[in-house]
């Protein structure tokens, strides 16, 4: 069994902390690991279990590959979308690499920004499923609703259980999309519906299969997105102009909805797909006074809220139901039945080209990272942060010099024809238009402060010679 570890959302619902170059499944929103490797670890234990599959998108690729490395996860599969076409593609790829050894495994969809708080349930409805999914059957897992929840789509078990089926799973009787507050209520009050988690059992041909019967375009889109794939480093890089092809499809539009073949386990395990601000609060610890908080935070007649500092401290008093959350670059504060509009004004900031919908001002890189802690007219300041042994590319900047101090560690430096070790308390300038680059040779991470001065400070501005990423 292969776990395929879709990760390729946006989040943008959860703005100022999820943006798009570092979206909620990176963030470590419940604890101190990110909501992908919550996922990655949420399957250990399994039976069977083979080295993961994540598909995500290019630009988080670098991201991807540290926080399995930090899980010290060997020989994953990091397949890179060109661009998103939702879940049926991702799925056709991931079945066809899946088989590319003569195999036939079983694939179990997982999305990297969900949260599950009862594991062993989880793992009891994934064994569960397990005979299904072998006899050929494409297992969805259906969640029990703990709410008459609009945001979520529903399936309907169906009435009359079916004898061959494996203890435990039912047929569905048909999927609905996110319903009207009215149609919730009653699909609750049935108890014959629920949430559809997006979550999947199957067998990689099966898949194939009922995809080809539904969906040919589709698969064979993947098939030409795989085969014309070029290998990046440890990243699978998809054939752009192939994937592209294929029509921009969900696996429930695609085939769940139309297969005689789709069955359903029930799952009840405190599942939350972590979509706003108060799906966060409510899968939470809180304080006495239902409050869920993270980092520097006091409260004072505080009820029912949620509050996260990242850099300061954060002080609230006499709010009820609101949402304040604090970034270094940006406060968000809102009630929690307005958190609809948080897209509105992701909206407005892309109109208005602003960088804080993209970029924190912590910006991860694959050699380290930057955080730019100020600004002006003609200058920036950052503290750069390189991992031992990694490089930043060789580099030049037609409209910037830049001057670098030591702060710890040792800099191997290339500044024009000339290359030398900088190492704590030193320093040195890089004038406009000369090649540079700049190196941790050491064994501890490399901090230094660099000063940009010139006419035109963006990270546009730069043209690489050589950079051991594959990064243009």
Known sequence: MIPVILSGGSGTRLWPLSRAKKPKQFLPLLNDKSMLQNTLLRVKGLAGLGAPLIICNEDHRFMVAEQLRELAITNPA???????????????????????????????????????????????????????????????????????????????????????????????????????ATTARQFVDSGEYYWNSGMFLFKASRLLAELQQFAPDIVTAAEQALAKASIDMDFIRLDKAAFSASPSDSIDYALMEKSANAVMVPLDAGWSDVGSWDALWQVMAKDEQGNACRGDVLLEQCHNS??????????????????????????????????????????????????????????????????????????????????????????????????????????LVRNGDKEFLVTENESTFIPVGTIHSLENPGKIPLELIEVQSGSYLGEDDIIRFEDKYGRN
């Open 78 to 180: 990091i397949v890179l979308e060109p661009e998103g076409r939702n879940t049926a593609p991702a799925i056709a790829v991931a079945a066809l690499k899946a088989m590319q050894q003569g195999d036939d495994p079983l694939l179990l969809i997982l999305a990297a920004d969900h949260a599950i708080k009862d594991v062993p349930a989880f793992h009891q409805a994934v064994e569960l499923a397990i005979p299904a999914a072998n006899q050929g059957k494409l297992v969805t897992f259906g969640i029990v609703p703990t709410s008459a929840h609009t945001g979520y789509g529903y399936i309907r078990r169906a009435g009359v259980m079916d004898a061959a089926l494996p203890a435990g799973v039912s047929g569905v009787a048909q999927f609905y999309e996110k319903p009207d």
């Open 306 to 411: 949620y509050v996260y500092a990242e850099q300061r401290l954060v002080t609230a008093i006499g709010l009820d139901d609101v949402v304040v959350v604090e970034t270094k670059d940006a406060v968000l504060v809102a009630h929690k039945s307005q958190l609809q509009g948080v897209k509105n004004i992701v909206a407005k900031l892309q109109s208005y080209g602003r960088t804080e919908v993209d970029l924190h001002r912590e910006v991860f890189r694959p050699w380290g990272k930057y955080d730019s802690v100020d600004s002006g007219g003609r200058y920036q300041v950052k503290h750069i942060t390189v991992k031992p042994g990694a490089k930043l590319s060789v580099q030049m900047h037609h409209h910037r010099a830049e001057h670098w101090v030591v702060v710890s560690g040792s800099a």
